[in-house]
């Protein structure tokens, strides 16, 4: 009996050590030290807009000129991803970027037509009054010395549950 609680303990000590140290048993990382899921960084913030949804506008790039582009947006809290399409020379450039207010960073990676991959910095604004989100962006690895501007509009917008949507009456509605 005194060595099955023994045994007992010890595999409950192992199994909270390792819980605090991250270790789930599965394939996800630990975010015991520094790195944190977006749902333990939300704040609640009342001023964090839902970015989610569908845009669409012009992007100006320093090498290949103006053209159409076009987003789909997903967002969990403070964390946005999704895919920014460019038509003319079809390139689709993978998001993920961090909303702040109404100011958006973060970096983009995409695959040239020659099979290059370039990642790039954003920084947006986006204008609750308009729906259009207006940003820049600099080639941080690969596409060396690219950069460009874009201007989308927000045409409508995903909505997740029961979550409060800061914006005007006549702004983007949902998809």
Known sequence: ??????ATALALAAGVVLSACGASGGTEPSTAS??????????GD??????????????IDSKNGTGKA???????????GGALTIAGNPTIAYISWIPAGVTVTGSS???????????FSHKSTY??????????YKALHGCLGESGTYKLKHHCYYKYGAAVDIRPAAGPHPC
Do not use: D, H
């Not at 009996?1 to 023994?6: E, H, P, W």
């Not at 990676?109 to 990642?119: D, I, L, N, Q």
């Open 70 to 80: 076009a987003a789909r947006l997903s967002q969990a809290k403070t964390a946005i």
């Open 34 to 43: 520094g790195a944190q899921s977006p749902q333990t960084l939300v704040r």
């Open 109 to 119: 990676v995409f695959v040239t037509s020659s099979g290059a991959y370039c990642s």
């Open 127 to 136: 204008n609750p009054n308009t729906g259009v989100l207006a940003g820049s």
């Open 46 to 59: 009342a001023k964090t807009y839902n970015f989610s949804g569908e845009y669409s506008g012009l992007i």
């Open 1 to 6: 009996m005194r060595q099955s609680i023994g």
